[in-house]
């Protein structure tokens, strides 16, 4: 007779609450606020380990995705004060940082061209003097020299500003920025929702209503977004859950978020160096846990550049299915954080073989997450 996952649990002696998640997860039932936070609580790794990988087996039997994308980081230049950034650089030292023409950017493009590339992310500090215009008239000259390019930029927290220096609605500004050729936000700025939180690690940027009712704009407009949660520093479990839970409540309203990115706190160079980074292990758990919990979210990412290839490859073991980017080495902000990662590029061929080392199977995918190609296991 074949014993179901929940009946090895129960030999296993596993504690009565756990059971009964267990029990939920393999009837794919949703778990509470209370049982995700008992899981972080009292779920040891192998336990939430298998419970993750049963969903994203059923899921996404063993498929891993990647995409074929560059970064374009406008500046590091920022009006805000975020302790954990190691980035950016404020008004009044701006020749410290950089601040990119349109120009230099369409350089950026132009390096690209002839190459395989399906999308560019762009994303970077919040510059009081790059307004609306400035970007819309960058997003338009991307589009106009390449069309097949999806363009992803801009958090909720450049866009609060754009709109505000705009004085324009949201509504507004998103349609001037889907008008010019936007198709999907990145997950950024997001950090954790709750104020007690948000406050001590980045106040003076847009709150966590803020950032949620920007996503749920973008989504009504059609577009989709991707979410984040910064972890692993000063906040508590109940944080993670509560930011976890709000973006699962939009979720059932919009569905337009594609993908959930746990990102784990880096300690170098920033005002929170004295705290030291998650384990391996916390970080595995944070993925697994977000798995089981995010049960409307189809796509967890585990972004490699900031995490270290190894632990994003053993996160495919803990329900991650999507390992970003090929990237190549035009993001800084894991870099000047102290991510291993210094030049963060990884060609289709090596990520495939991390992919395929651990037996699962490599699939490009566009920013929908439409398969373009599968990458059978080489030698
Ligand atoms: O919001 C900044 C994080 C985010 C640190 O949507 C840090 O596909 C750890 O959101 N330690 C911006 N994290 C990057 C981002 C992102 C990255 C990749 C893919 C996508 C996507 C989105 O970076 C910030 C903040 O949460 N961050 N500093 C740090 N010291
Ligand atoms: Fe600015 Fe973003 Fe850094 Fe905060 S995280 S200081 S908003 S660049």
Not at 11 to 19: E, F, G, H, K, S
Not at 263 to 273: E, T, V, Y
Request: net charge negative; aromatic share 10%.
């Amino acid at each position: 007779m074949v014993m179901n996952m929940t009946g090895i649990f129960r030999m296993a002696d596993t504690d009565v609450q756990l059971l009964s998640i267990a029990e939920k997860v393999y009837n794919r039932e949703r778990i509470s606020e209370e049982e995700g936070l008992a899981l972080f609580e009292k779920g040891e790794l192998s336990f939430l380990g298998a419970l993750a990988n049963y969903i994203s087996n059923d899921l996404h039997k063993n498929k891993v995705y990647f995409n074929r994308n560059f970064h374009i980081e406008p500046t590091n230049v920022c009006v805000f004060t975020c302790n954990f950034c190691s980035y950016s650089r404020q008004y009044k030292h701006r020749d410290e940082g950089w601040e990119l023409s349109i120009e230099q950017m369409m350089d950026i493009v132009r390096k690209y061209d002839g190459q395989p590339v399906t999308e560019v992310h762009i994303v970077g500090g919040v510059h009081p003097k790059m307004n609306l215009e400035f970007f819309c008239e960058l997003l338009s000259r991307i589009k106009a020299h390449r069309p097949d390019l999806h363009l992803k930029g801009f958090t909720a927290v450049e866009l609060d500003y754009m709109f505000r220096k705009a004085k324009l609605t949201i509504e507004e500004g998103m349609q001037k920025l889907k008008d010019a050729g936007l198709q999907s936000l990145p997950g950024g700025g997001a950090e954790i929702f709750a104020p007690e939180v948000r406050n001590i690690i980045c106040a003076d940027k847009v709150d966590g209503d803020g950032w949620l009712h920007i996503h749920q704009t973008a989504h009504s407009l059609g577009m989709h977004s991707n979410a984040t949660m910064l972890y692993g520093h000063v906040e508590q479990y109940k944080h993670r859950i509560d930011h976890m839970s709000r973006l699962r409540a939009l979720q059932d309203i919009t569905g337009g978020f594609n993908c959930f990115i746990p990102l784990k706190f880096r300690n170098a160079g920033n005002d929170m160096s004295h705290i030291s980074e998650s384990t391996i292990t916390e970080d595995l758990r944070m993925y697994a846990i977000a798995r089981i919990f995010m049960d409307n979210f189809r796509n967890l990412k585990a972004y490699w550049p900031m995490l270290g290839r190894q632990t994003a490859q053993l996160s495919l073991s803990f329900g991650v299915n999507d390992l970003d980017g090929t990237i190549d080495d035009t993001t800084k902000i894991y870099s000047m954080a102290g991510s291993e990662e210094q030049t963060p590029s990884m060609s289709t061929e090596e990520l495939c073989d991390l992919i395929t080392a651990v037996g699962r199977t490599p699939v490009e995918r566009d920013t929908l997450y439409n398969e373009l190609k599968t990458y059978e296991a080489t030698a």
